[in-house]
């Protein structure tokens, strides 16, 4: 079966380039919020994360912050946290014939959200 | 802060109806699967996942059905099963400005993948 | 294939009550936490949760609680969150033999942390 | 505050090192079920596993297999699958006090189920 041709030829490269990225978006964060993290582990989580997003399809890379700052004030009297959405800071970069675009999810303070956008995109 | 504006205007309704209804099936699927479920426990999951699925942006409607049949199959020896990719049939409905959307997740037997595509868009 | 006398005969029925009581204490809390939710949802997902931790071995009932105060402090612009750590309270009550076990979830402030412990237990 | 005086004095310390594995037992399954995981990842997920759920309560180490042959049958068109209850053989060693437990999952083809139990426990 050809994939692309059966069900993606509805909708322009750039356009698959932004939905296969924020398919993958989603899923991180549904996938890995809620995981026991500190300052040891949180570099084998990204790790993980990022190698288990880049098997989606168009995604050409993953970038993974867990930010320290806000595990530190998160740390319970156990000394680690579950991973939650004001932590996070990921770059998803996704690749369709000729367009790269990177989709973005950072906390935004002032929305009190953890925002998901197109940062950028070109053809 | 207009969120439209700040993190928005670099992509179009339609490209923006993509986005927002892949954000959200990639998060149902990763949030859902692996919950414990039978025959008589699967209306209210559907309801519960129809219903946060909803909250996200631009989110319309969602209709989740969870596949009797691959159900009766995967039950096991304590007559439930953990929700898999394989059982689900999903349409998430969005709308930004004109553009409506329909992103469709179905498992492709020929793929042995639950495949995510717009299934419709009508500016 | 008798499962207790195969995979149980070294533990005793309190020691199970226990056992199973934790393991869906555990399922609950990282199959659930990151699900969308507000004051308008929060029914419906507290009825999937119940419904479906039921169909565990030896769980009896379950009784969930999002807390409703920590819900509206955590709302973002969207008017909704994902659910927390913070705001559970889960009593889940198992049956083993004769003994009635209460496994009990609640955030303790002082802990920073959802204490999971046996409330009650009587032979 | 003394968390095992005021929370677990009514249980044994054979008890605890039961009730704080099958916790992360029940952690484990319904946080990383659904992860995307192919051969060349499972190494990087399975340290993450082992990493994160060694934060928890008297957990001393956690072994984890990720089934090679069963990953090899369920890949996809796009050479990676969902990690799944069937695909996985967990062992957490527990401590608390003087007593040692092991907390097995393993899937068992006879009941088509992903069984958790005491593997081993010695006073």
């Given at each position: ?31 890995f919020?809620?995981t026991p993290v500190n300052n040891n582990t949180k570099e084998s989580l990204e790790i993980a994360i ?14 993974v912050k867990i930010n320290f700052?806000r595990l530190e ?7 680690y946290t579950?991973l939650?959405?004001?932590m996070l ?35």
């Amino acid at each position: 079966m050809d994939v692309d041709k059966e069900y993606f030829s509805n909708i322009s490269s750039r356009e698959r380039a932004i939905f296969e990225g924020a398919i993958s978006m989603g899923a991180l964060f549904h996938q890995f919020i809620g995981t026991p993290v500190n300052n040891n582990t949180k570099e084998s989580l990204e790790i993980a994360i990022k190698n288990s997003l880049k098997l989606q399809p168009a995604i050409e890379d993953v970038e993974v912050k867990i930010n320290f700052e806000r595990l530190e004030e998160a740390l319970s009297e156990f000394d680690y946290t579950s991973l939650n959405g004001d932590m996070l800071d990921v770059k998803i970069y996704t690749k369709v014939g000729n367009v790269k675009a990177t989709i973005r999810m950072e906390f935004i303070e002032e929305l009190n959200y953890p925002l998901m956008y197109v940062e950028d995109i070109e053809d």
